[in-house]
């Protein structure tokens, strides 16, 4: 709705440009066909991170080829590159940057693999919408999850479903 809003508004009195990511069914719906943007980032239906800018279309590279995890990631990595592409970057200058970025300590950081199991620090996530997040950047996957902290009298029961679902 609010993309709706800004596109009825002209150019020269919005005074600025946009450059929506994905829709509202998900980061793989394209705002060009939801509602006619001029503009659009999301992830192809081959998997590729796309920015349209100005009727360009960037293809970057694989969300498979990020370091990062987690759907939330991949939005970041969309709000990223359009902005620097926004800004005269190149394509291929944005993809290696982005295939380059390493997961940031403590937010879902890769720390070794026991067996099988590969491992992972996120103790950032001290809320429950942040290990939510850490949850679902595994998607398909069993997750064996260490949960501790103190108790913040939050509620906890969106977290013990997607610990059932998922772990």
Aim: hydrophobic content about 45%; proline content about 3%.
């Amino acid at each position: 709705a609010r993309v709706r809003q800004l596109k009825a508004i002209p150019a020269d009195e919005r005074g600025f440009d946009y450059v929506p990511v994905g829709t509202a069914q998900g980061y793989s719906g394209d705002m060009r066909a939801a509602c006619g943007s001029a503009n659009a980032a999301f992830v192809s239906a081959t998997g590729t991170l796309t920015v349209v800018i100005d009727g360009v279309e960037h293809e970057l590279l694989s969300a498979d080829e990020l370091q990062i995890v987690g759907e939330h990631n991949v939005a970041n990595a969309l709000m990223a590159a359009s902005a620097v592409l926004a800004l005269g970057v190149d394509a291929a200058t944005v993809a290696r940057g982005l295939a380059s970025f390493a997961p940031l300590e403590h937010r879902i950081e890769p720390c070794g693999v026991v067996g099988t199991m590969a491992c992972y620090n996120d103790s950032k996530a001290t809320n429950v919408d942040a290990t939510l997040k850490a949850l679902n950047s595994f998607p398909g996957k069993r997750v064996c999850v260490l949960l501790g902290g103190r108790d913040k009298m939050t509620e906890l029961d969106d977290l013990v479903a997607a610990v059932a679902d998922t772990c």
